[in-house]
């Protein structure tokens, strides 16, 4: 199976805060073929970057700045990349203005989660490719 996946997770140091999330066992994926993406930095951003999180459908930094159009970029180059590659199936990170599902943080920049999807989730299901998250997945649920 061919799996688009979030690249902090396969250990890039690729987020806003140049570090990584290699947080699950790729192990559990091997016999799989892995597309690493990060939406952030393919639509335009810098590592490391100011903070983001969405607020309804903008994604704004710390600092006041919208980058929802570099997040928007960069949704569509990860599902063109999925589609490329036939992938099914995305592992994306938690909470991610980019990459959450189900639950992202709310906009105030004090941890506090809400219910909602990323950018880049939202659109990979709209394109009916199957999202989970590091904190989800199994590999038993993914076909």
């Known amino acids: 199976m061919n799996i688009l996946i979030s690249a902090c997770l396969c250990g890039c140091t690729c987020r806003y805060d140049g570090k990584n999330k290699n947080s ?3 192990s559990k994926l091997d016999g799989h073929n892995l597309f690493p993406v990060c939406p952030e930095v393919d639509g335009g951003l810098s590592i490391p970057r100011a903070p983001a999180e ?3 459908p903008y994604i704004i930094t710390n600092e006041g700045n919208d980058v929802t159009e570099q997040y928007k970029r960069g949704a569509e180059i990860a ?3 999925a589609l490329e590659n036939g992938c ?3 592992i994306l990170k938690a909470r991610s203005p980019s990459c959450g599902k189900g639950e992202i943080y709310d906009g105030s920049f004090t941890h506090t989660v ?3 999807n990323g950018v880049t989730t939202e659109l990979l299901e709209a394109n009916r490719i199957k999202v ?3 904190k989800d997945f199994d590999t ?3 076909f």
């Open 132 to 134: 989970f998250t590091e």
């Open 114 to 116: 809400i219910e909602g």
């Open 88 to 90: 099914t199936v995305a």
């Open 140 to 142: 038993s649920n993914l």
């Open 79 to 81: 599902l063109k990349t």
């Open 54 to 56: 969405r607020v309804g």
């Open 24 to 26: 699950i066992d790729l």
